[in-house]
C-alpha cells in the first residue's frame, strides 16, 4: 500500500497545501488524473472545496468524488485517490452512506496511491475515535479505513492556553488508551506526516511526533500511559503488527 496520511493542510502561515506539494508530487510520481473526496467539507462546498485543492495543486487534474453519477466506479477507475480535511464524522458518515468504504480500501490495497489531511488521515486508522472534531453527525459505525491498526491523532499539539482549565490533548487521549489498552495512539503535528509504503512507515517532515501505549495495569485497576516521542524520519513499522 501507498498511504501519505497529513496531519493537515497547513503549517503554520504557508499557504493551502503548501507544505505538503512536495509530498504529495512524490507520493504519486507520474500520475496526473487524481480522485478527490470533499466529504468532509460542511461549510465549504464540495464543488468549492475541489476547486480550492485544484487551486493548490495546480500541476494535477482534480476531479470530485460528486461529480460522478456512479461512486463506487470513479474509485474502482481512480489513479490516485485524495481526501481532504474537515469533519471527520460527516466524512466517514458519507463513505458509509455511498456504500465506497470497502471499495477504497481494495483499491489502494491493490496499489492507488492515497492521500488525506486531517480527516482524511483521521479515517486511515482503526477508528475515528481519536479526532478532535465534534461528532455533528451519527455515522452507522466508528470503524475506519483500517490501513493502519492503531488511532491517529492529526493536529496534534501539547499547547495549553493560559487560563484554560479544559483536558489537554495528552489527557484526551490517556482517556481512550485506559478504556482500549490493546490500542496505541499516534500524535502527528501540523506539517508532518506518517508515510505507509509497503510494509515500511516513517514518520514525515521536521517535527516530532508522539506514541500513546499503555503500559502496564496493575492489580489495583490502574493504568500506566507511556508516551514515546517519534523523531523525523524514524522508521515505526512495529506499530503495524499490533494484534487487538
Known sequence: MKVLMLSSSRKGSEEYLAHAFSMITSHIRNIKDVLFIPYAGVTLSWDDYTQKVQDALPHLRISGI???PNTKEAINNAKAILVGGGNTFNLLSQLYKQDILADIQQSVKQGTPYIGWSAGSNICGNSIRTTNDMPIIQPPS???LNFVPFQLNPHYT???PSGHNGETRAQRI???CTLNPKMPVIGIREGSALLLKDKQ???EGELE???FEVNQISEGGVTTINQKVL???QDISQYLQIKR
Open 231 to 233: 523523531k523525523p524520519s
Open 209 to 211: 511526533g508522539v506514541v
Open 158 to 160: 501539547d499547547y495549553q
Open 142 to 144: 466508528f470503524d475506519a
Open 201 to 203: 512507515l516513517t514518520l
Open 66 to 68: 460528486h461529480e460522478y
Open 174 to 176: 490517556e482517556e481512550f
